[in-house]
């Protein structure tokens, strides 16, 4: 079978899209590691497919480099969006369409910048080490002094398989650490793709909340502006208290290319 496929990227965050609004294309676990396998396939860090929605102008299924799926990717979201738009799904730079975690709207605001609807957050747990929270996938963050000299991926791995998140099936695991004027340097190791990817929205999101709460930012709107390895991106809120409302995750999202590959 020749499969056509789209490859877009969202700060360095990559996904291999397909268009199955026909609902003709069915991927198991072992085609979808294959074809995310940099050395064996396309090589990214996520596929999604794109299929119509009656309730919403199209519908986005994601699924890890390892074949899993139920969860929602921030990047990935901002992706689609931009995809959809090159291929004639949507024609205004507004869209609604429905995720893992539900119906999300969003806005092509030029050619490189994607603003994303996150949904509402408010069930955010505390430990000693960090904090937990869910912004439409499980993420624990942490505060450390210099993100750019830790050891990423030990350290990553071994929160990403803690006992204390068990209940919910593991998570990602941010690390940040604060600048000046609200910019913090983010670091991600991610479930599923079982490293560090450059790039991840909802954790992005997730780091932007938790900051605001360690940090006892007053209720209101904010915008934290978040670097990562190789982009800039802005998360915007809506603080009350504990509970985030009106998340918007801003960054860029670009088509690289697009090709056939049997399988």
């Known amino acids: 079978m020749m499969l056509h496929f789209y490859k877009y990227e969202g700060a360095g965050?990559?996904?291999i899209i397909i268009d199955n609004r026909k609902q003709d294309i069915v991927l198991g676990e072992k085609v979808i590691r294959h074809l995310c396998s940099k050395h064996y396939g396309i090589g990214s860090d996520g596929l999604m497919l794109l299929t119509n929605e009656t309730m919403a102008d199209f519908s986005m299924q994601f699924y890890n480099p390892d074949g899993s799926s139920g969860?929602?990717?921030?990047?990935?979201?901002?992706?689609?969006?931009?995809?959809?738009?090159d291929i004639g799904v949507i024609s205004k730079n507004k869209t609604e369409f429905l995720a893992p975690d539900g119906l999300h709207r969003a806005e092509i605001l030029n050619d490189k910048d994607v603003a994303l609807k996150m949904t509402d957050v408010e069930n955010i747990e505390k430990y000693n080490d960090g904090l937990w929270l869910n912004t439409g996938t499980s993420h624990f963050v942490v505060n450390v002094k210099d993100v750019t000299s830790i050891d990423l991926?030990?350290?990553?791995?071994?929160?990403?398989?803690?006992?204390?998140?068990?209940?919910h099936n593991g998570c990602n695991v941010n690390f940040y650490t604060e600048q000046e004027n609200n910019l913090l340097l983010i670091r991600t190791y991610e479930r599923g793709v079982e490293d560090e990817t450059l790039a991840c929205g909802t954790g992005i999101t997730a780091t932007a909340l938790a900051y605001a709460l360690s940090k006892n930012l007053a209720d209101g709107k904010h915008i934290i502006d978040i670097h990562t390895l190789n982009d800039n991106l802005k998360v915007s809120f809506m603080k009350n208290g504990a509970r985030f409302s009106e998340i918007i995750l801003q960054g860029p999202a670009t088509k690289v290319f697009e090709g056939d590959i049997n399988i």
């Open 153 to 167: 991926i030990k350290k990553g791995k071994a929160l990403r398989y803690d006992d204390r998140f068990a209940k």
């Open 71 to 85: 969860m929602m990717c921030g990047n990935g979201g901002r992706c689609i969006v931009r995809f959809a738009k």
């Open 13 to 15: 965050n990559d996904f």
